[in-house]
């Protein structure tokens, strides 16, 4: 069974930082595509950030040049710094990952989500 499992949100004055981690575990063949998603209440969720297989980064247009999503392969790792917080990046972050299991067929999977509020 894979699971997501993300770490390091908290409480944060504006123009502060953060460093966000998603560690996925279980019986992994491949980790493809890792994203970074945001719900804030009463908003959909929307795309913060993805990053390939290969290094490949994409970021929504609201957090380019503030963050940073790379990944640690030999971890099964994804992180997300997270730089110049606004109090309007207050939300619940949460990694998706694309894996390939070492049996079976790949799948998209969800992390439990972790709280960033920006506030002073």
């Known amino acids: 069974q894979v699971q997501l499992v993300e770490s390091g949100g908290g409480l944060v004055q504006p123009g502060g930082s953060l460093r966000l981690s998603c560690a996925a575990s279980?019986?992994?063949?491949?980790?493809?595509?890792l994203g970074w998603y945001r719900q804030a209440p009463g908003n959909q969720r929307e795309l913060v950030a993805t990053?390939?297989?290969?290094?490949?980064?994409n970021y929504a247009d609201f957090v380019k040049g503030r963050f940073t999503i790379s990944r640690d392969n030999a971890k099964n790792t994804a992180y997300l710094q997270m730089n110049s917080l606004k109090p309007d990046d207050t939300a619940v972050y949460s990694c998706?990952?694309?894996?390939?299991?070492?049996?079976?067929?790949?799948?998209?999977?969800w992390g439990q989500g972790t709280q960033v509020t920006v506030s002073s």
């Open positions: 998706n990952a694309r894996i390939t299991p070492m049996a079976g067929d790949p799948g998209a999977y």
């Open positions: 279980g019986n992994i063949f491949r980790i493809n595509t």
């Open positions: 990053i390939t297989n290969d290094g490949i980064t």
